[in-house]
Nanobody
Framework: QVQLVESGGGLVQPGGSLRLSCAAS????????MVWYRQTPGKQRELVAL???????NYADSVKGRFTISRDTAKNSVYLQMNNLKPEDTAVYYC??????????WGQGTQVTVSS
């Protein structure tokens, strides 16, 4: 059984930075993708950034140039460095591990609030 635990959210002023972490416990095999999503009340969950097991990354247009996804395979962790934060980045951020065969796992979410 895989469990994901996010951390690093909080309150930050516009223009500030935060670094989210997602630690995975358990084990899995084969190709995988680790994804950061975010969601605000009344809106659909939005893909923010992803990193594949081969190292390739993708970003939502709204965060390109400001956010960076990275990982530490030895620690089974993925990170989201968020710079130049804007009020519209306010959301609950979720970590997702997507495996083959439709198996995926979610963290509990961490709140990010960007406000002066």
């Amino acid at each position: 059984q895989v469990q994901l635990v996010e951390s690093g959210g909080g309150l930050v002023q516009p223009g500030g930075s935060l670094r989210l972490s997602c630690a995975a416990s358990g084990s899995w095999f084969g190709p995988y993708t680790m994804v950061w999503y975010r969601q605000t009340p009344g809106k659909q969950r939005e893909l923010v950034a992803l990193i594949r097991s081969g190292g390739g990354t993708n970003y939502a247009d709204s965060v390109k140039g400001r956010f960076t996804i990275s990982r530490d395979t030895a620690k089974n962790s993925v990170y989201l460095q968020m710079n130049n934060l804007k009020p519209e980045d306010t959301a609950v951020y979720y970590c997702n591990l997507a495996l083959g065969g439709g198996n995926d796992y979610w963290g509990q979410g961490t709140q990010v609030t960007v406000s002066s």
